[in-house]
């Protein structure tokens, strides 16, 4: 099945760009980002900008605009059959359009990734099309908030995503 994802979540100022790789199913039927309920990633955002998944999505967007947090994804669209990013059939991927992302928000200081497989598309697929200033930039790889990857506990990917909040 062919995703399509979602427009980036931005203010002008944004100094923070999170990616993940492409909406799942959850989260396109309801078109917002990570919303499969057991994805870590609203818990550690709460935990954080009290943007936390208990509070209206629209309120949560806000909250993470004001504190200066981008919310994107490297793929504009690809081929996925079912959540994981492993399904992800490379030869379908199109990215987002990231050069003119950075000349509309300038402030961009740190890029993270949610997860290897952003970092790997965004590295492989991305990078190498930027101008210098923003290929120099390199992105933070932190550990996916899916529940997919089970490897970590949630408290040691707060810990490790309290890159974000600094």
Known sequence: MRSEGFPAVATRDSRVLVLG???????LRQRQYYAQPRNAF?????????????IPYARRLRILKQSRVALWDVCASA???????????????????FARFFRTHPQVQLICCNGQKA???????????????????????LP????????????EKLERWETVRR
């Open 21 to 27: 790789t492409l909406p799942g199913p959850e989260s």
């Open 119 to 141: 970092a790997q598309l965004y590295r492989r697929k991305v990078q190498p099309t930027l101008p210098e200033k923003w290929r120099s930039l390199q992105p933070v790889v």
């Open 42 to 54: 609203w818990r550690i955002m709460g935990e954080f900008f009290g943007a936390g998944p208990d």
């Open 79 to 97: 081929y996925r059959e079912g959540a994981l990013d492993a399904a992800i059939q490379p030869g379908s991927i199109v990215v987002n359009d």
């Open 144 to 155: 996916s908030t899916s529940p997919a990857y089970a490897a970590m506990s949630y408290a």
